[in-house]
Each structure stands twice: as C-alpha cells, then as structure tokens.
C-alpha cells in the first residue's frame, strides 16, 4: 500500500490539462511510490478511460457541503471548491495527501518531496502568492497627502465570504496562501476547521475562491500550523519565469535562478496557455535571450 498519495479534479473540458499534469508526474521514477488519484466533476468515459490506465483511482465528486443550484448554475466543475477540503473521505488510508490543480504541472520532482515533507507533524504545507519575483501584493486607494486605504485580496474575499471584521483584519496584511497545490497529513486537524471555515464562506460568499479564503483564515486567524514553501513550488508568475538553456529547464528569473518545481497556469492572464497546448511563449533566458516555447507539458 503507498502511503502517499496526489490528487486532482476536472471536468471535460480540463482533460487535457489533467492529463499533462498525470502524465508529469509519472516520468519521474519517483513517481512509482506514489498514488495518483482523480476526481471526476463531468470528465467523459472516452477521457476517464484513457486516465484509467495511468493513474490508481478515479472517484465522481461531491457537493460534500450543500450548495444552492443559483450559485453552481451547471458548473460542476465548481465542486474543486469544496470537495478538496474532504480528500481523506474519497481516498482513505493514505498517509500523506497532495492536491494538484489540473492546470499545473510538475517540473521537478524536489518540489513533490517538500510538499510531502512539509506536512509532517500536522502542518499544512502551501507556497504563497507573494514572492520578490511578484511585485505588488497590496493595492492602495490614495487620498490627499499620505492618506491611504490599503485593499487586500485576503481582507476583500473574508468579507465578501461573511466573516466578520475582526478575522478580515486579522488575514488582511498576511501573505496570501494558494490553494491550487497544498499538503496535508490525514490525522491533520486542518480538514475540520477548513471544513467549518468553508461552510461561512459557501453559505455567503460565492463559490469560487470560498476554498482558498477559507484556508487562509484557518491558518491566520485559527492559528493552525503551516509551512510555507518557496514560490517555485507553485509557480504562478508565468510571465515572469526564466529558461535556462545549459540546464534545460524553468527557473525563478533572479539569482540563484532555482529551478521552477510546479508551473501552475492560474488566473486570466493565462488564459491563451490553458486554452491552447500549441500556444508559443516569448521567454528570457538567464543570459538574456528571447526564446520562442510551449510552456504546456509535453512528454
């Protein structure tokens, strides 16, 4: 039985992007003592057919916390939302648990071993959307002299979500935690709070992002242990990313130019990369090139 285990979601119209993600994981050798598990928010059986053969178990997902049919209008896929804060429930007696958003892939192995490592003793493990590489983490509204409203996106989804003031401020000015590739022991008390944070969030707030602000007040205001991981697990900026040609991979694009562990296509920006495979990126070498590549994963 392995012990450890690695999950995504998607529907049909994320298989593609779903099945790079598996298919970057099993190159590695390393890979051979680790479950990959799926599950399925409206995958076809032609898709859930060809994922059969690569990964250990696909599951169908759950509204595992009810919600209204006004706030899902048909959008299934939404249950990645929700149904990640109850893994342990679809996919029991495993040890280790690593989700994975579909629209990412693994670049390096090392990456795998921190998430893995950095949930031990009953932390959450999860990288943050601020990095040196990031630039701007905070917006401000500038009044007359040096006046100013300081806007969170930590702050704005806790109050949207029906949290109260006081646990707004308390995630406020706290490095946002992203929640597309986190990893959780199963004996982790995180799964109830998050749990319980989740069900405010759901009942008033919308349905995506309930997830993510859920677990940032888990964290921030519950006070539950965490290890925060380097950017480079879970690379966001994909504008900002760097190739190193002697080394024939992605990297952070400022010295020691570490080698980019998951590359993770979140937010409008990356729209045209998650919507085409064949999509040609203009990228910076780390001797000041331009090179011309696909940033998808392709065996």
């Known amino acids: 039985m392995k012990e450890n285990v690695i999950i995504s979601l998607a529907d049909a119209n994320y298989f593609e992007l779903l099945n790079e993600l598996v298919d970057s994981i099993k190159r590695f050798k390393e890979s051979k003592n680790t479950a990959i598990c799926i599950m399925d928010a409206g995958l076809t059986d032609e898709q859930k057919s060809v994922l059969s053969t690569k990964v250990d178990e696909i599951k169908p997902a759950d509204w595992d916390i009810e919600v209204p049919n006004f706030k899902i209008k048909g959008r299934e896929w939404l249950k990645s939302q929700v ?16 989700w994975i958003d579909a629209d990412a892939w693994v670049n390096s192995w090392d990456a795998i071993e921190l998430y893995f490592k950095g949930c031990e ?12 590489a ?3 983490v905070l917006r401000a509204e500038w009044f007359i002299g040096s006046f ?8 704005k989804h806790a109050k949207s979500s029906g949290f109260s003031e006081k646990i707004a401020r308390q995630v406020a000015l706290k490095p946002h935690l992203n929640i597309g590739v986190f990893a959780l022991e199963a ?15 759901l009942k008033a707030g919308k349905i995506w992002g309930s997830e993510q602000i859920a677990m940032n007040i888990t964290i921030y205001s519950d006070n ?4 925060i991981l380097p950017a480079y697990c879970n690379w966001i900026l994909i504008d900002g990313l760097k190739f190193d040609e002697k080394r024939n991979t992605l990297v952070e694009p400022y010295l020691p130019n570490h080698e980019i562990g998951i590359v993770h296509f979140a937010g409008k920006n990356n ?18 090139k331009i090179i011309h590549l696909k940033l998808r994963f392709n065996n």
């Open 187 to 201: 004996n982790a008390p995180h799964w109830e709070i998050w749990q319980k944070n989740l069900k405010v969030a």
């Open 224 to 227: 539950l242990a965490v290890e």
């Open 134 to 136: 990031y630039g701007r």
């Open 83 to 98: 149904s990640r804060a109850f893994l342990p429930k679809y996919f029991p007696n495993y040890k280790k648990y690593l």
């Open 271 to 288: 729209d045209q990369i998650r919507n085409n495979k064949n999509h040609i990126s203009k990228v910076e070498t780390v001797d000041g």
């Open 148 to 155: 100013a409203r300081i806007k969170s996106q930590n702050y």
């Open 121 to 132: 003793k009953e932390k959450l493990s999860i990288a943050t959307s601020a990095d040196r």
